[in-house]
């Protein structure tokens, strides 16, 4: 499976493909990949990384990833790879990681979406700013013209005035 397959099992389309040269064309993002558990999330982040779009350092049960590796012929020999139990620790060691300046990016692997947001939320050691956390999903409609971008379907869903700001800042 490849990286426009798993944005789009079917096949790959255009607008897919637009977004990848355009991440192409600035610097490869340092991201903390927490968790992944599956082979799409590390085949993708394995695909991510030879695009030249991410340097991936991989947060979760070293035994476990590895096996997975091996399992589906995924290379991951060139990425850090920082031990963790569980996804639990996995989340909050990825969250320190971007504290400590060690990664651009924070990408969720095969953890529960909750799991991943209560490391970010949390009000002592999480990622909190002065903003309103926001997301987007970024689909390729093979009807649509452009790639759609869908904000806050699971986080600010009735967002009012001053979220929709921080939404728009984000």
């Not at 990848?20 to 610097?27: C, E, F, G, M």
């Not at 963790?84 to 320190?96: N, R």
């Amino acid at each position: 499976m490849t990286i426009s397959q798993v944005a789009a099992p079917v096949q790959t389309h255009a607008n897919y493909e637009r977004l990848i040269a355009r991440a192409k064309q600035v610097p490869p993002a340092t991201t903390v990949v927490v968790h992944p558990c599956d082979e799409t999330s590390l085949r993708a982040v394995a695909e991510a990384a030879e695009a030249g779009i991410i340097i991936p350092t991989l947060v979760g049960p070293k035994a476990s990833i590895a096996a997975l590796a091996r399992q589906h012929g995924i290379d991951i020999s060139r990425f850090e790879l920082i031990d963790a139990v569980d996804a639990d620790e996995a989340a909050a060691k990825g969250v320190k990681l971007i504290h400590e300046a060690k990664g651009e990016l924070l990408m969720k692997g095969s953890l529960h979406t909750d799991e991943l947001m209560r490391a970010v939320t949390a009000s002592a050691t999480g990622l909190r700013t002065a903003r309103r956390i926001s997301h987007v999903f970024v689909m390729d409609v093979p009807t649509y013209p452009e790639p759609l971008l869908i904000t806050d379907a699971a986080i600010n869903i009735f967002p009012d005035l001053d979220a929709k700001r921080d939404i728009i800042q984000n």
